[in-house]
Structure formats: C-alpha cells, structure tokens
C-alpha cells in the first residue's frame, strides 16, 4: 500500500519568503508527527497531531512556524519569512494508534529546505 | 540537553560478522524504544522496537538488548550484511507525553565485504 508522501522533495527560497511544506500519512493514521534534521543533526521533533487537533507543539522553534491538519489526513507545515538557520530536512511520521499505544512511526521521504 | 546519545558516528565492521550499535538515555520516563535505519536521501525505516517491560527482542538477524538500571540499549546484527550499510538512529518515547520520539544523533554502519 502507499505509504507517507510528502512534497515538494525540495525547496530552495530565499530568506524572507514564506514557504509551506506537505505531508500524506498513511490512510486510516491517527497520530501525524513533524520533525527536522539538521545537517549532522539527528531528527528533532517538532508537532504532534492527534485527528485535527494538536496535544504538543513544543518543538516548534519559534512563532515563524505552525502546522495544520485537516480531515484527520493531510498536514501542513508552514514557515514564515525563512531564515538560513532553517534550512534542513523536513520529515512526517504517521502511526496507526492513538497516544495510549506503543507503535512505530512511519516516516515519509522527507522535503529537503535550503534557504539561501 | 540530550536525553539519547549514541556517542559512536561511525562503525566499520566485517561482513559476517556482529555489528554492535549502542545508545544511552537519560530520561526515566521514557518506556519505548525503537531503532531506524536510514538510507541517504530516504526517511528513516522502522527495525525493531522493544517496550521498558522487557529486556530483549529479536527479530531475525537483529536483536536489541535494554538495560533499565544503566539506562541503555544495544542493536545487535549477526550476521552484517553489506546491505546493512547505513545510518542507525535509536529513538526513545514515552506514551504519556504523546508518544513522540527523542532521537539519538545517528551512527553510520558501514559492513565491507
């Protein structure tokens, strides 16, 4: 079956610019999960959605992001007036359980970010 | 402040022989852990995951070992594969703060033949 997609694969931008990144979880997911790695980083999390809704958002870096789910499916990542720092790899997860279950997370390809 | 480390970039081993990768955390809450293998330019791959209440799991040539009282987790794989060549990350969570993954810096494993 399909498994996460997310797009663009890569986005270059210059500094300033707003960009908005997407992801499809697996269908039938509950639980939709963002996260960055930065180069020689490991993966950082980022937010958290449970449906449409979101328990914790407390790895986002500063006010410049937010995401939004809707219809309990896809997700977007949007981040405003980009800076350098920001460049990084972008990458979803969604798992078939709820918060209350120990299950893996399935991760996208990832959207490559290069603000110049 | 780095609640899972894995301290070792990089390991080089013989294929067909036992890759060891290891990782340390630090926070007691956590109750569930998960090692992914990563390919460059693909996102990470689930390999196998092992629940506080046990002290071993294994899955054909992968076996992951916790040490509850030292805080600690291994992978094991026997025996490596040149396949098996890629960047591992251990991850720990903790289902009553939503079950998001703190994930450990990385170790790439290269398997020569």
């Known amino acids: 079956g399909a498994g996460v997609s997310q797009s663009p694969s890569n986005k270059v931008t210059e500094k300033g610019k707003d960009v908005e990144l997407r992801c499809d979880p697996i269908?039938?997911?509950?639980?939709l999960y963002w996260y960055r790695q930065s180069l020689g980083q490991g993966l950082e999390f980022l937010i958290y959605?449970?449906?449409?809704?979101?328990?914790?958002k407390s790895g986002l870096p500063s006010d410049r992001f937010s995401a939004e789910r809707t219809g309990g499916s896809v997700s977007t990542l949007t981040i405003q007036r980009t800076q350098q720092e920001d460049s990084a790899v972008y990458l979803c997860?969604?798992?078939?359980?709820?918060?209350?279950?120990?299950?893996?997370?399935?991760f996208g390809p990832g959207t490559r970010l290069t603000v110049l | 402040d780095q609640q899972v480390k894995q301290n070792s970039p990089s390991l080089s081993v013989q294929e067909g022989r036992i890759s060891i990768l290891n990782c340390d955390y630090t926070?007691?809450?956590?109750?569930?852990f998960l090692w992914y293998k990563k390919y460059p330019a693909e996102g990470p791959t689930f390999l196998i995951s092992i629940s506080s209440i046990k002290d071993k799991n294994e899955d054909g040539r992968f076996t992951v070992f916790l040490n509850k009282s030292a805080k600690h987790l291994s992978l094991h794989i026997v025996p490596s594969q040149p396949g098996d060549s890629a960047v591992y990350f251990c991850a720990a969570s903790a289902v009553r703060v939503g079950g998001k993954l703190i994930f450990g810096q990385g170790t790439e494993l290269s398997v020569k033949p």
């Open positions: 959605f449970q449906g449409n809704s979101a328990p914790d």
């Open positions: 997860a969604s798992s078939p359980l709820g918060s209350s279950s120990y299950n893996e997370q399935f």
């Open positions: 269908s039938g997911h509950t639980a």
């Open positions: 926070n007691s809450m956590f109750d569930y």
